[in-house]
């Protein structure tokens, strides 16, 4: 008699995803269907699946097959997956999106080497094929083993009929969007260690005539209920209060909260709202339950920090405010020495608490150690508090600090990534005083990069060079930037603020406007200034009256620069004129010397001329002139190419600009120019493009070139030096020319 061949089997929880329509994706963009599928696989996938103790069978190009002792972790796995796949899919074009269907379910297999065969795995599969995309459908014997242990909600689909399974299957989809919470603490898995990462997203922008739309706009409003995220926990960090009896405390105990906050918002798990929302409830007596309604959370932590020399007292408490009870609350008193350490286990009581898992990726960005010099983790706290100050002499005291963190510890990453910050706001409102144009941004490039070598995973870094790299056009890093800095913080308002930026520029209008929705679900009670930024994102979708409604919700005397040129442009683009004229009159009261030929240089990195010219035409019909001071040169008196080259090469021109100010500028034969007035001295060259004659320096308009007609002066002449007449971006020089 033959003998039977004996076959091992192990009972197996197999989980089996694929992509939808990934032939549809590839045909469309092989490459970045491919890039972003490893990368979403690498940072989370495969993070997910570790820490569920989870084995990858098998990857095909479009899917997974992949292996758990416990059906429970198979489960919590996919839900975690999608999740994570839907909040990396935001503001990416829904044709574009990569999307999973996950089927699962637990049954025999038959193991071949690192291979698996049977109807297990036929079977995890058809059912995957049921799911809708973006959803989780699991067999009977799943739902038998896992319906009441993870809090998920459920719809029987009956007992279907899979190709080449005899016996019919019970399937079961899971209602992601019905999930109200979240599996029990797994804590003894997962320990919470380390300390804190102090990271606050860039603050990003540029000041009028060098990008007026950027830095200083914090996150914004929304009308969709942050708690209603996809089932995650949503929690706010409120400010503690400073009981110290030494004055000039309180910058520590705002720090702390904000370090919470930082770390908190690294959890994919959380929806954490932003910083400036929070902190818009400082100084204010209002109920916690009052807090949360107008935040949309349901757990506020609150706090008070006493600290005297290097001793700290922190009282800390978790608030469910659904039932106004504490879930916990504790008292630390601890040397300044273990300020770290105490952090961590207030992060691991709420990470705990709320019944959050923390991917791999997670974990070892909380438990990074900052710096091992509390002195500089001290002037760093300092200067993070400063962050939101953005004015001349602010910013000169924020960029000493993070450089006295960086002497202290030179390794010190999260400086380096704030010092990158400040001076993209240096670049951003033209400080020279502080330092010239040309050295912020090589410096600015040099700290982010710095930063990223010391800590790979910094957000704040990875948004300043998205910025950096926007207003040098490189788009594609640019973008790629950005959505890295939103993958490593992605609770981070700011963060998406910068994306938000960068894919306006990019001319990705559509998705400008889903990164900018987002931030304002994160930061429901923002800064002023951000509805002006929203308002000019929806002027870029086309979306006029939606965009007046975002600017209707700042008070005249807050409206920036940004608002005054969009209010000015949505209005002439609905017709409006009396009104539009009144807000281009606003722009040029404040800054007489705006122009067109300026906002179309400063303008330059949009990456669409469409979008530039949606801008323009509708500046233009709300009533800013062409020229600096609305200069008018008669077509008669405009000198041709040899005329103006006549005027260049080895001569120097010696006038006066248009508020009277005395110049002499040296233009030399090889292009060298050297202006010399009253307020500066700036180098750079000059050349003649057509029939206009074109300076550019790295100390004005980012280092761009900028091109103007150089016209006689009918009234001037040598004796009162002004025969000549050259409009460029801030003023009109009239000048006489001299060998």
């Known amino acids: 008699m033959e003998q039977v061949q004996h076959l091992e089997r192990k009972l197996v929880a197999i989980l089996a995803a694929d992509v939808v ?86 049954g025999d297999v038959i193991p071949d080497k690192d291979d698996f065969y ?7 599969a058809r059912l995957e094929g049921l799911s809708d995309p973006g959803g989780i459908v699991i067999s009977g014997t799943a739902y038998d083993q896992a319906h009441n242990k993870l809090g998920l909600t459920f719809k029987s689909l009956g007992e279907q009929r899979l190709k080449n399974i005899p016996e019919r299957v019970r399937a079961y989809r899971v209602l992601l969007e019905q999930t109200g919470g979240t599996r029990k603490s797994r804590s003894r898995r997962w320990p919470v260690i380390g300390a804190t990462v102090l990271v606050l997203a860039l603050i990003a922008g540029i000041a009028v005539m060098l990008w007026p739309q950027a830095i200083a706009l914090l996150p914004g409003h929304g009308s969709t209920p942050v708690g209603s995220s996809v089932g995650k926990p949503s929690i706010a960090v409120l400010p503690f209060t400073d009981l110290s009896q030494k004055a000039g405390q309180d910058y520590f105990a705002e720090g702390l909260a904000d370090d919470l906050i930082t770390d908190l918002s690294k959890i994919s798990g959380l929806l954490v709202i932003a910083r400036n929302s929070a902190f818009s409830f400082k100084d204010r007596s209002l109920d916690v339950d ?151 941004r090589q410096r600015s490039y040099e700290a982010a990069g710095r930063a990223l070598e010391l800590n790979p995973q910094s957000a704040r870094a990875y948004a300043v060079l998205g910025i950096l790299q926007m207003l040098d056009g490189e788009w594609d890093q640019a973008i790629a930037s950005v959505q890295k800095a939103v993958a490593l913080d992605p609770n981070g308002a700011e963060a998406e603020l910068n994306r938000a930026i960068v894919l306006t520029y990019a001319g990705q209008n559509r998705e400008a406007l889903a990164a900018m929705e987002r931030v304002l679900r994160l930061d429901p009670k923002p800064r002023a200034q951000v509805f002006d930024y929203y308002g000019f994102v929806l002027y870029m979708n086309h979306q006029y009256e939606k965009a007046l409604q975002a600017l209707g919700e700042v008070q005249p005397g807050e409206r920036s620069d940004l608002g005054l040129e969009t ?36 303008y330059a990195h949009h990456r669409r001329q469409e979008d530039l010219d949606h801008r323009l035409g509708a500046l233009r019909a709300a009533g800013i002139p062409e020229r600096s001071f609305d200069f008018r040169g008669r077509k008669e008196d405009r000198l041709g190419a040899a005329a103006i080259r006549a005027l260049t090469g080895d001569r120097t021109w010696v006038g006066h600009q248009h508020n009277g100010a005395a110049f002499v500028m040296e233009l030399s034969a090889n292009g060298d120019v050297a202006l010399s007035s009253q307020s500066s001295i700036i180098t750079g060259t000059s050349s003649v493009d057509g029939d206009l004659f074109c300076t550019q320096s790295t100390a004005t308009l980012l280092g761009r070139k900028f091109c103007a007609p150089v016209y006689r002066n009918p009234q001037g002449s040598s004796d009162t030096q002004d025969e000549y007449a050259w409009p460029d971006s801030v003023t009109v020089w009239y000048f006489s020319v001299s060998p």
């Open 118 to 124: 049977g109807d297990g795995v036929n079977i995890a």
């Open 567 to 602: 209010l000015a442009m949505t209005n002439a683009r609905l017709g409006r004129m009396a009104e539009a004229h009144d807000a281009a009159a606003a722009i040029l009261k404040k800054m007489p010397e705006q122009n067109l030929a300026g906002y179309r240089v400063v």
């Open 290 to 440: 009052e807090i949360a309604a107008q935040l949309n959370v349901r757990y506020v932590v609150e706090g008070s920090v006493r600290r005297e020399e290097d001793l700290v007292r922190i009282n800390v408490q978790l608030i469910d405010a659904q039932t106004g009870s504490n879930i916990w609350a504790e008292r630390y008193d601890r040397d300044y020495s273990r300020i770290f350490a105490l952090q961590d286990e207030v992060i691991g009581r709420i990470v705990e608490a709320l019944s959050v898992r923390l991917t791999e990726g997670e974990r070892a960005q909380i438990a990074r150690l900052p710096t091992r010099s509390l002195e500089a983790y001290d002037f760093y706290t300092r200067a993070e508090q400063k962050v939101y100050v953005v004015d001349n002499r602010s910013l000169g005291e924020t960029l000493s600090l993070y450089q006295k963190a960086i002497k202290l510890d030179p390794t010190f990453a999260d400086a380096y990534s704030g010092y990158a910050r400040a001076t993209v706001d240096v670049l951003g409102f033209d400080y020279q005083v502080l330092m010239l144009s040309a050295v912020a």
């Open 21 to 106: 329509g990934y032939s549809r994706l590839m045909g469309l963009d092989e490459t970045g269907t491919l890039s972003r599928l490893k990368a979403l696989r690498r940072e989370f996938i495969e993070p997910s699946i570790e820490g569920y103790h989870g084995r990858i069978v098998k990857l095909m190009g479009d899917g997974a097959l992949v292996a758990f002792e416990s059906v429970v972790d198979a489960l919590a796995c996919a839900v975690e997956i999608q999740r994570v796949t839907a909040q990396q899919n935001l503001g990416i074009p829904e044709d574009t999106q990569i999307v999973f269907r996950i089927g699962i379910n637990l």
